[in-house]
Every structure is written in structure tokens, then in C-alpha cells.
């Protein structure tokens, strides 16, 4: 059994989010990303789906892009990581490409990446760009939006803190930890807009569009940064689910702004001294910083 | 009666083209640009669609975009070019916007413009872009594209020529005179591509995209100079059926490249000394140069 990890970058205006969809009743499957690849997977491979195993660094939601999303998946066979990224982009549909394929470790994990830094974009002029309109959300009134407080805002964010306020939890929310770790957020300017980028040790399900919605507030004026900090500390008192579904003071920012940019893990060595796959750095490095759209990721 | 001027700009991955399709019998009309701001007009003006009357400069085909549209539409009653502005994008689809409206006069036409440009951008890395396949054409083996041949041979197309054989061309051939005049013929660079950028007094049917074809089995060294030059000589030999339809040494580029970038009128004075409208330069302008996906058009 061979592992190999692949970066991949997706439009994902067309899909329902990367996760594999159960095909409701006498219907087909809805398409995800996953299937996509797996798709290309099993043709290219000739290996059975259940075989493949296609896992995601980050399970991004319906509308969600990525520019750095790293996928791993096993083959019985070894497979040249060259044929494999052009095999798999011949198969795939365009808008979601390939940049680079890897062997890894047998016991390399995709999920235990060190950091993910996830971008939203926002469009700020009057008129919203037709070509964007995709990739950016474009919020009422921009003109008034004060970026300057929303920069503010964000700042407040960075840190170790209980994200149960900022996150849609399931009925497992006490098995998994809503204590996260915020390394960066900041507001940088694009052209003819902003973007909001956060940098962290791991998100909770909606965090990063929840954080967005509440920055969005704040530029609007209709919260202040002193609410932000509040719902910051009262993170733990938030646990029941009246409390969770309770109006927060911001809307959930909608998917289409959100993409993962990058996502980043420690090098094989700690992963126990593994010697690095053929022409492998030593770390899988979805080294995509650039605005969507904007140029292409790494080569294989 | 009042005449207005818009600019537009679309993502035309969606339509059959800007002009309105017959409905097949019993069917919906397909969606084209035209269909979409008729319906948004008649919304926002309380008309019926025949009083409005939507013409184009340019009749973009089925998955050609546009940054500098210009349409021209009657309205009984006059309009504020703003309020109309907001309306008109409140109410057409997000991939369709207006980015200016104006009043002009009433002999006024849009069809009559000094010149266009267009542009046709090519996506030049081995893979290519999930969030520009929409608009750039991703030509086989770009590694081996022979740029500065396909920059030379562009140059050759400028001047006044017969372009017969770089358009296809109805049974009314006859009719319309087939000597076009290319005003520049440059080649950009992209951040990771190229642009094909033409300028001319007027096209005909397919002709950008034949003379992007041409060029492009230039750069991939399928046809030279000397050919591009041959079939711009023998264009008034080309005019039987079975010369139209035989094949000329190229392929007819894909449409998702082209975009109708700038339409450029003469000021009013030249139309017969009428008062700009209100707020005019004298000028309808598409001042629209950037590349799509980029920075948005003129304000109203």
C-alpha cells in the first residue's frame, strides 16, 4: 500500500462542500468535490473507491473555495506522483485542479496539519465585479463598512480562546474541544476590495465564517468591539443549545467569500523520523498565498 | 421618448450570447444577456418589452464576456440615470452588471461606434487555473507556445484588409462589405498567461477569434507568417461556400478567452452639435481596460 497527498484548488460554486454526500433515496449523489476526485481516482488508478480512501485536510463547506486544500488517498500500487497530477487533471472537471502530488508516510495523516489560514474576501465597490462575484461576498452598504475598526476587531480574536460562541456545534460538541488557537488575523487590501485572513492551529465548524459575520457587524456599526470580547470570554457559558442557536448579534457570512488558502504541517522527522517521499521537502506545503483568482500553486 | 446608454459587464459562461434566441416551440427562450436586462428593464420601468428595444455595439456570442458593453434602450418617460443604475443591477442575475448609465440623444445609435477592442486571454501555466478557466483559454502544451512569433504575426493583421478568411460569414456575405480595419494588435503579458489584445473600427462575424486561432498555430508552429500573409491577400478570392468552409490551417479559438473590452464613440459634436446629457463627457465610453477579472468600470 502506497499513501500519497495531493494539493488541490476548486471553484466550489458548483459542489456541496468537499465531504462525499449520501445519495438521497432512488437519486444520485450530490456532487462534491470528493466524489470528483475520487472519480478521477478510480479511472486513473484503476483501483475501487473504497480502496482510495480520499480524506481532506479541511472539509470545506457548500460554496467554499480552496487554493491550498490537501487530500490524501492510499493505492495498492506505487504510482509516479507526475503521471498521477496530470492523470488527475485530465479527469477532474476545471474548476477543480491538482498542483501537486506526493508520497507520504503510510502513517502521515492529512487531518494533523500544524496550521490552516483561510481567506475572505470581501468586494467593497458600489457595483460588484461580475467576474468575483464567486469568490467575493459583497456586503450591504460597502461604502460605510469602517475597515479600520474591523482591523481593530480581528485583533481581538488572536489567541487561545473557547470558540463555542463562534462555531455551529453539533449535538457531540463536548467530545471535541471548542478551545482554539488564533495565530493571525488580518485585513489586507485587494483591489477593490479586502480580505479578512486568519491563520490558526485548527477551526471549529463555521468559526471562520461566524468570526467574519461578527467583524462584518462590527464595520457596520452594529456591534462594537467590547461585544466581540464579550462573546470571546463567555465562550464556556455557551453550551446549550438555546444558548448556541440564540441570535449572536451577527449573521453567519456567506460561504462564497471563504477559501483555504494554505494549509501547513511539521516536517516528516517529527512525525517519527521518517525519511521524506522521493523529491519531497519533508513537508506537504499547499504554498498558495495569492488571491483567488490569481497565479497557480506549486508544480509537482 | 428618451434613449439611454449603459455599460455592462458580463461573465457570459452562462449565456447563449447577448441577442435574444427565438424559443423553440414550446419552449423557454434560451438565457441570453439581451433576455436578462430586457426583464430587468421592464421591471424597473413598469415598460413592455417591445417599447424598450435593447440594442448592443456588440453582439457577443454564446460564452464571450464583456468589461465594456454598450447597449442602448427607449424609455417613454425619463429616467434618472442613478436610480436606473441601482435598479437595473438590483434586479439583473450577479454575473451581469451595469456600470454606467447615461441618457444620449435620440438619433443617437449604439451600432455606430469608431472602434472596439477585445481581448483574448490565454492561461499559459502547465495547469491551469480552476478560478480563470471561465475566461481564459488553456491552449495545449502553453510550455511550447512560440509567444514572440504569435506577436509578430498579430502585427501583420493590422491595416486595412479583406478578412474573408479569418470570419465566418452567412449567406448574406455579399451584402456587408468584408474590409475591416485593425487599428493595434498587441500582445500583453498576464500574470500567469498572456492577452491578445485587438483593437479595430469593426469585426466581423468570428473574426477575432479566427485571427486568435491563426495565431495561435502560429505559436505552436503549425502555420507561419507567410501563411497569416497569404490568407490576408487571397481574402477577395475566398468568397465561394466551399472556400468559407474548408479548413483554412486553424481551428476557430474557444470562445471563453474573448471579452469586448472598450467600445469607443465620437463626441456628440461629430453626431451633429447635440448637448452632451446631463453629467456627459460627450463620450459614451466603456473606459474599461483592466483585465477579467480585475477592478471595476466607470461609475455612473
Request: charged share 20%.
Amino acid at each position: 500500500l502506497h499513501s500519497y497527498a495531493a494539493v488541490l484548488q476548486y471553484d466550489g460554486t458548483a459542489y456541496w462542500g468537499f465531504q462525499l454526500q449520501p445519495a438521497p433515496q432512488g437519486r444520485r449523489a450530490k456532487p462534491t468535490v470528493q466524489l470528483r476526485v475520487e472519480q478521477a481516482l478510480c479511472r486513473a488508478t484503476g483501483q475501487g473507491r473504497q480502496a482510495l480512501r480520499v480524506q481532506a485536510a479541511g472539509r470545506t463547506d457548500a460554496g467554499v473555495h480552496a487554493r491550498g486544500q490537501v487530500v490524501q488517498f492510499c493505492c495498492a500500487r506505487r504510482q509516479g506522483a507526475a503521471p498521477l497530477l496530470r492523470a488527475l487533471n485530465a479527469l477532474m472537471p476545471p474548476d477543480i485542479r491538482a498542483v501537486a502530488v506526493q508520497e507520504v508516510p503510510l502513517d502521515w495523516n492529512v487531518r494533523y496539519a500544524s496550521r490552516k489560514t483561510y481567506a475572505y474576501d470581501l468586494h467593497l465597490d458600489p457595483v460588484a465585479d461580475p467576474f468575483l462575484h464567486r469568490w467575493r461576498c459583497h456586503p450591504r452598504r460597502p461604502e460605510r463598512l469602517r475597515l479600520d475598526a474591523m482591523a481593530d476587531a480581528a485583533a481581538l480574536f488572536v489567541g487561545t480562546h473557547d470558540f463555542s460562541r463562534f462555531a455551529n456545534l453539533g449535538p457531540d460538541a463536548t467530545r471535541k474541544s471548542p478551545v482554539k488557537t488564533v495565530l493571525s488575523y488580518r485585513l489586507l487590501p485587494l483591489e477593490g476590495g479586502a480580505r479578512l485572513e486568519v491563520t490558526g492551529t485548527g477551526f471549529l465548524y463555521k468559526q471562520v465564517r461566524h468570526m467574519t459575520g461578527a467583524l462584518l457587524a462590527v464595520g457596520g456599526g452594529s456591534l462594537g468591539a467590547d461585544d466581540i470580547a464579550a462573546a470571546l470570554a463567555g465562550g464556556e457559558r455557551a453550551r446549550s443549545a438555546a444558548q448556541r442557536n440564540a441570535f449572536r448579534g451577527w449573521q453567519v457570512a456567506e460561504a462564497r467569500g471563504l477559501c483555504l488558502q494554505q494549509v501547513v504541517y511539521a516536517p516528516w522527522s517529527s512525525l517519527g523520523d521518517l525519511e521524506p517521499a522521493a523529491g519531497g521537502s519533508g513537508v506537504v506545503l499547499a504554498a498558495v498565498e495569492e488571491a483567488p483568482p490569481g497565479p497557480r500553486g506549486v508544480a509537482a
